[in-house]
């Protein structure tokens, strides 16, 4: 009953279009009333508190950086490297992607900032060289979603936050995962394109290749600061989201000379509406948490679960299938937000390692940004590329398949990520 309740005051509400943020507070209230302890006082007190959070003070600051990035030029030279490096193979404008991919996802860890900038400078090459719109499109969406795996990574410190996991480990847990994704993503690609007929770019000299690593090694400077930062533990996530910030800053405007002073107030004014989004719904999020545990929602669904509770890999894939169901009418963030305080106590109940968990909870949610209706780099891709979301849905199928066996390799095979993160703790 009480799993009812919470779940029709969440989802009624959004059905009839009330914003994400006021169905959980109206989720929240549902259970009070239900459990008799509605107090006005505990509503504004879970809502001042959830966002009262040290580690979630690094959101803003990678938001910020992955914008600065994007305007001053850091993000243009990692593609232009990626090209000179990838571009003249068979495929190349493909690989240059999923490489530039992976690059970006360390800079930003925003798959929505990776999937507007991939898609505003490689997607207009990869059409005119004579790459099917449909599918070059599916790839750069399909790449993009690498952004929330690889450190650093929003995902993460919003799932570390409210599951109470260590954001380091999840940071450094995360790294080998995506390669993988990108490594699978390369395979798709290649199988892909060889069904087409395009124009190769000429292969350029190494006296060019050696030009476009220095001009971008400055933004590659970048990723290496903070994972080593955070593996030799010289800052916390959210030092390293304040160090992101004032380093991509500093290059863009001292070093590249690309983001101009009158540039700035726009910069800010943007990663301060998407922080504002964010840092909203977390707030909202913390009186559902709250009213989850207090009318033991976790022990209704380990209750419901019981059957699975004794084999760990088929609990894992209820639950994947669960959150893949749940990611494609919710996006990335309130998915986050609601499912982690359910999911949680029922994961350490099983004895599943947090810190594993929460890299296949994000991969998942990563993937639902790829799945409609709801998928947010779906959204963005649909609207650089002019192409409807059922052309794009052709298109993005096959690396959504790549992407999904990865998931699925990673819940038969726990080392995949236990293994790296022990070697990258060290």
Known sequence: MTISIFLGALLGPMALGVPIAFALIL??????????????????????????????MAVPFFLLAGEVMNTGGLSRRIVALAMAMVGHIRGGLGFVAIFAACILSSLSGSAVADAAALGALLLPMMLKSGHDPARA?????????????????????????VGGVSITKLFLAGIFPGLMIA?????????????????????????????????????????????AG?????????????IAAVYSLFVSMVVYRELAPAQLFHVFVSAAKISAVVMFLVACAAVSAWLITVADVPGALAALLEPLMGNQTALLIAIMVLIVIVGTAMDMTPTILIMTPVLMPVIKQAGIDPVYFGVLF???????????????????????????????MKGVMPFLFAE????????????LVTVPVSWFGR
């Open 27 to 56: 989720s929240g209230v549902a259970l009070m009333l239900y459990l008799g302890l509605f107090d006005a006082q505990i509503v504004a007190q879970n809502v001042l508190n959830g966002a009262d959070s040290f580690p979630l």
């Open 137 to 161: 499109s599916g790839l750069i969406a399909s790449a993009s979603i690498i952004g929330p795996i690889i450190p650093p990574s929003i995902g993460f410190i919003l799932f570390g936050v």
């Open 183 to 227: 490594a699978a993503l390369s395979i798709t690609w290649l199988i892909v394109a060889r069904k087409e007929q395009f124009e190769l770019p000429p292969r350029q000299s190494g006296r060019l290749r050696l030009r476009a690593f220095v001009d971008s090694l400055w933004a590659l400077f970048l990723p290496v600061i903070i994972i």
């Open 230 to 242: 955070l593996k030799f533990g010289v800052f916390t996530p959210t030092e390293a989201g304040v």
């Open 362 to 392: 994000i991969i998942n949610n990563s993937i639902g940004l790829i799945t409609p209706p709801v998928g947010t780099v779906l959204n963005v891709i649909c609207g650089v590329s002019k192409l409807s979301m059922e052309d794009l």
């Open 404 to 415: 999904l066996i990865v998931l699925f390799l990673l819940v038969l095979f726990p080392e």
